[in-house]
C-alpha cells in the first residue's frame, strides 16, 4: 500500500517520506497532521500514547491533532479501552481532502464580490488618508510579482530592525529569488533581523544560510500562523496566501504602515518569538 511514494509496510527513504508529509500540506494538512496519519497508516491502528512516543511529540497535542483529523474523516476511533484510532485508506484519504479543498475554493470564490471592492476602497483611499490623519496610514493590496518588489524594497530600505515569520514555502521562496542575499546587505548595514521558522529536513539548507545573518527560532506549525515581515517596527507586509510551487501570480499579501496594527504584530512576533525553540536544538 502506498500513498504519494509512501509505503505503509516500511518508512520509506527519508526524501521520499519528507516530500509525501509536503505534498500532504499543499492538500491542506499541517506537518503534524500529515505525520500522524502516516504513522497510523503503517501501524494500521495505534493509541494516541504510542503516537506521542513514535513521533516524539507532547500527548496534549497527539489528541488534539487525533480530534481534529477524526472531524475531517481521515481516522477513525474505536470503542476501547485505551481508546484506538484507525487512519483511513489512502485513496479514500486524498478523496476528502481533495474535496474539502475543492470547498474552501468554493468558499473563496464566494467572497470575492464583497472582498475586492473593500481592499479597492482602501487603496484608492489611502492618500487621502494619510494627508487628512497620518496615524490612519495606508493599506495596499500586493500581488504576483508586486510582492517580489515591496520584499527587496522594504529589506533594502530597513535601517533597525526585520522581524520575520517563515513558513516552510516561504523559506524557499526567499532562496530562490535571492533575498537572503539583501539579508546579508541589511545585516551590513548595521540591520538586527529576527526569524521564526519551521524546521524540516529539506530546508536544513536555506535555514543555515539564512542563520549566517539573522538571529533564528523554530516554531511548529507555522503554515497556520500569520506570516508577515515588519521593517523597523514601522511597516508590515502580511502574506494572505502561502508561497509554495504555485503560480507567482496567484501570491496575495497586504502592505501597511498603519501604526496600531504594526504594533499588534510586533506583540504577536514578541509572543512567537518567546514561545519558540533556540534554532541549536533543531539544526
Avoid at 505525520?35 to 494516541?48: F, M, N, Q, V, W
Avoid at 484507525?86 to 478523496?95: H, T, V
Avoid at 464580490?113 to 484608492?124: E, F, K, R
Avoid at 530600505?157 to 532562496?175: D, M, P, R
Wanted: aromatic content about 8%; hydrophobic content about 40%.
Amino acid at each position: 500500500m502506498e500513498i504519494l511514494g509512501i509505503s505503509a509496510n516500511a518508512r520509506p527513504v527519508q526524501t521520499n517520506y519528507d516530500a509525501g508529509i509536503e505534498a500532504l500540506g499543499n492538500l491542506g494538512l499541517t506537518g503534524l497532521q500529515a505525520k500522524i496519519y502516516c504513522s497510523l497508516l503503517e501501524a494500521g491502528r495505534d493509541t494516541a500514547s504510542n503516537l506521542a512516543c513514535l513521533l516524539a511529540i507532547n500527548r496534549v497535542d497527539t489528541y488534539r491533532v487525533l480530534r481534529t483529523l477524526h472531524d475531517m474523516g481521515l481516522v477513525e476511533v474505536s470503542v476501547a479501552r485505551p481508546t484506538i484510532y484507525i487512519a483511513i485508506p489512502p485513496k479514500e484519504a486524498i478523496n476528502v481532502l481533495v474535496a474539502r479543498a475543492e470547498n474552501r475554493v468554493r468558499d473563496m470564490k464566494s467572497i470575492i464580490p464583497d472582498v475586492l471592492p473593500w481592499l479597492a476602497s482602501l487603496q484608492s483611499a489611502g492618500n487621502a488618508k494619510e494627508i487628512i490623519n497620518a496615524n490612519q496610514g495606508r493599506f495596499v493590496m500586493k500581488t504576483g510579482k508586486q510582492i517580489y518588489h515591496a520584499y527587496s524594497s522594504m529589506i533594502n530600505s530597513a535601517q533597525t530592525s526585520i522581524l520575520k515569520v517563515w513558513s516552510q514555502g516561504g523559506l524557499k521562496f526567499y532562496y530562490l529569488h535571492d533575498f537572503f542575499e539583501s539579508f546579508e546587505h541589511a545585516k551590513d548595514r548595521g540591520v538586527k533581523i529576527q526569524g521564526i521558522v519551521e524546521v524540516s529536513t529539506d530546508r536544513l539548507f536555506q535555514i543555515s544560510e539564512l542563520s549566517k545573518t539573522s538571529r533564528l527560532r523554530q516554531q511548529r506549525n507555522l503554515g497556520n500562523a500569520s506570516r508577515y515581515m515588519i521593517i523597523d517596527e514601522s511597516e508590515i507586509l502580511i502574506n494572505i496566501t502561502n508561497p509554495n510551487d504555485q503560480n507567482d501570480e496567484l501570491l496575495d499579501a497586504i502592505w501597511t504602515d498603519n501604526e496600531a496594527l504594526v504594533k499588534g504584530f510586533v506583540i504577536d512576533f514578541n509572543r512567537l518569538w518567546n514561545a519558540a525553540r533556540p534554532l541549536e536544538v533543531v539544526v
